[in-house]
């Protein structure tokens, strides 16, 4: 098993929405709980901005604008003047719900999950935002997660972590919208598991942060098992390729909710990374 290294000394009570930036070179997460985006300098200096209210997910518009999904709307946000300009309301009417996962697919647009803040039954939904249109594609999901795509640009994921399952959905060639019924691609829930956030390496494998578990699973292209990485901490979170070459593996974690004291945990909340011998994919811009 590779070296698991920490990659920064704050603990996130939600750590989520990790993702590389591959023009600044840069990776970031969010505490959702906290109300802040964190990230590193080149020095390794810690780097965070805090809001207004719970953020959760981003996708990249240019090197220093972030598209930010907020509990109550997909706004702009500028890196360098801290600047947020709204681009649309996510259930802003909705006081229970908040954005949770989400991810830019291959033509730009940006898919985004949401989820009761106490998890009720079946408030979520997942969103995808596109050519200036929010258009809900899946209702009445209890934990939006694993928002991710094929390298090919055939299918989409997405899990409802509540259900203990993991989804694919075929898409338009053309315009990436959903055709068809999902299916179910993974079901976690037979071996008691519960999916949380993942992506898709280059040759279409699917990783997926298995809250509970201690781990980070790896499945092929037909959802089949092939192993799994195991983390320092129970619940994560939320994986993501970056570094070098797209070959380290990042994954966020969570410390809210442990039932044991955090001293038996003491890298709960924390975010790893290690080297793996596979290419993620690039982080697709956001086309607004």
Same mark, same amino acid.
């Given at each position: 098993?590779?070296?698991?290294?920490?990659?920064?000394?704050?603990?996130?009570?939600?750590?989520?929405?990790?993702?590389?930036?591959?023009?600044?070179?840069?990776?970031?997460?969010?505490?959702?709980?906290?109300?802040?985006?964190?990230?590193?300098?080149?020095?390794?200096?810690?780097?965070?901005?805090?809001?207004?209210?719970?953020?959760?997910?981003?996708?990249?518009?240019?090197?220093?604008?972030?598209?930010?999904?907020?509990?109550?709307?997909?706004?702009?946000?500028?890196?360098?003047?801290?600047?947020?300009?709204?681009? @649309?309301?996510? !259930? =802003?009417? *909705? $006081?229970?719900?908040?954005?949770? +996962?989400?991810?830019?697919?291959? #033509?730009?647009?940006? /898919?985004?999950?949401?989820?009761?803040?106490?998890?009720?039954?079946?408030?979520?939904?997942?969103?995808?935002?596109?050519?200036?249109?929010?258009?809900?594609?899946?209702?009445?999901?209890?934990?939006?997660?694993?928002?991710?795509?094929?390298?090919?640009?055939?299918?989409?994921?997405?899990?409802?972590?509540?259900?203990?399952?993991?989804?694919?959905?075929?898409?338009?060639?053309?315009?990436?919208?959903?055709?068809?019924?999902?299916?179910?691609?993974?079901? @976690?829930?037979? !071996? =008691?598991? *519960? $999916?949380?956030?993942?992506?898709? +390496?280059?040759?279409?494998?699917? #990783?997926?942060?298995? /809250?509970?578990?201690?781990?980070?699973?790896?499945?092929?292209?037909?959802?089949?098992?092939?192993?799994?990485?195991?983390?320092?901490?129970?619940?994560?979170?939320?994986?993501?390729?970056?570094?070098?070459?797209?070959?380290?593996?990042?994954?966020?974690?969570?410390?809210?909710?442990?039932?044991?004291?955090?001293?038996?945990?003491?890298?709960?909340?924390?975010?790893?990374?290690?080297?793996?011998?596979?290419?993620?994919?690039?982080?697709?811009?956001?086309?607004?």
């Amino acid at each position: 098993m590779p070296d698991v290294n920490i990659v920064d000394q704050r603990s996130c009570q939600l750590g989520e929405g990790a993702f590389w930036h591959p023009t600044r070179k840069q990776f970031f997460w969010f505490d959702i709980l906290e109300k802040k985006l964190l990230s590193q300098a080149k020095d390794h200096r810690p780097l965070e901005w805090a809001f207004d209210e719970l953020v959760s997910a981003a996708g990249w518009i240019d090197e220093r604008t972030l598209l930010i999904a907020s509990e109550t709307a997909l706004s702009q946000f500028d890196l360098e003047s801290s600047k947020k300009s709204k681009i @649309c309301s996510l !259930e =802003g009417d *909705n $006081p229970i719900t908040r954005s949770n +996962d989400g991810r830019a697919d291959p #033509w730009g647009g940006f /898919w985004i999950g949401t989820m009761g803040k106490q998890a009720e039954e079946k408030a979520g939904a997942i969103y995808r935002y596109y050519r200036g249109e929010l258009r809900q594609l899946f209702p009445s999901l209890t934990i939006t997660n694993a928002i991710c795509f094929s390298p090919d640009r055939r299918f989409a994921y997405f899990a409802d972590t509540a259900m203990g399952a993991i989804w694919r959905q075929a898409l338009n060639e053309k315009d990436g919208w959903p055709i068809d019924l999902p299916t179910m691609f993974i079901d @976690c829930k037979k !071996e =008691g598991l *519960n $999916p949380d956030g993942a992506v898709i +390496d280059a040759h279409g494998n699917l #990783w997926n942060a298995q /809250w509970g578990a201690s781990r980070v699973a790896c499945y092929n292209a037909h959802g089949k098992f092939k192993f799994a990485i195991h983390l320092p901490a129970e619940q994560i979170t939320c994986p993501a390729f970056g570094g070098q070459g797209l070959t380290t593996l990042f994954a966020t974690s969570a410390k809210h909710g442990l039932e044991q004291p955090f001293f038996t945990q003491p890298h709960a909340g924390k975010t790893f990374a290690l080297s793996v011998e596979t290419r993620g994919q690039c982080e697709h811009p956001v086309v607004l």
